[in-house]
């Protein structure tokens, strides 16, 4: 059988330009399909302060570039194109691109990423990277003593809010319940934190500013007698609604939570199938950082090495 590649990388973010710079230094020729978004959700954030290795910080097309490069150095033979098809049954295992061409391979790393759940809103797309984030760890720093807003009622939004509360001056909690479906835990850290305001029972109708996002229009009690708009002034709104792991093509074979997320083994990035691994946010529902993609990305990497030296 022709166009077998020993390892197999799916995903062109963190994790997935990572597993081939060390796939392709352990000579196991990598080939990566880069998917719909080349470089992942981090070419969307405009500035990366917390990613080692610059200090000064770094856009994030530029920084998924630079380590797209290195990959490349090496020799991983990176393509465009879209999985849209899989075979786990048998080895080697099949993969389809873009509905077309079937690539083979002895080993798999899947590194789809997942994807920011958003309001639908024209005016998130408009503002996104001026102020519109699905991060607060990634870009809360550059709002420090500013007003910001975030979206959600669960534990995630929560948390997000308390950890916003501690840079800056203002939090407005936008829940569209009249309750907080948080954990007790959290909501009594919520309504403990003086600077955040909970804003029960809004919705946000869009955003406004000339040049980057300045203020939120919303809708207090929707549909009912006493519905009004209000409008508050913010310097960054923080969608926390969750996030949708990029797995469903993968489902016939790999194992998945509740939510989506590939399980990997413990201590590994090991899959339920022998010789397929996971790294990245789509096998992380809790950190979702690029530093701890490209960690997954090696670990993937190496298991595959090992998984192929003890094959052969």
Known sequence: ?????????????????????????????PVLYEGIQPGGQLTQTTDVEN??????????FEMMEDIKNQALRFEADIRNGEVTKVDFSKRPFMVEI?????????????ATGASAKYLGLEDEKKYNGKGVSACATCDGFFYRKKRVAVVGGGDTACEEAIYLAGLAQKVYLIVRKPFLRASKIMQERVFTTENIEVLFEHQTLGLF???????????FRKGEADEKNVQINIDGFFLAIGHHPNSEVFKPFIKTNEEGYIITEPFSQKTNIEGVFAAGDVADPHYRQAVTAAASGCKAAIDAERFLKNRS
């Open 1 to 29: 059988m022709e166009n077998i590649a020993k390892t197999l990388i799916i995903g062109g973010g963190p994790a997935g330009y990572t597993a081939a710079i060390y796939a392709a230094r352990a000579n196991l020729s």
């Open 51 to 60: 990613f080692p290795g610059y200090p000064n910080g770094i856009g994030g």
């Open 98 to 110: 873009d509905g077309k061409e079937q690539i083979f391979a002895e080993t798999i790393i899947i």
């Open 209 to 219: 500013g000339e040049s980057k996002v300045e203020g939120a229009n919303l809708v």
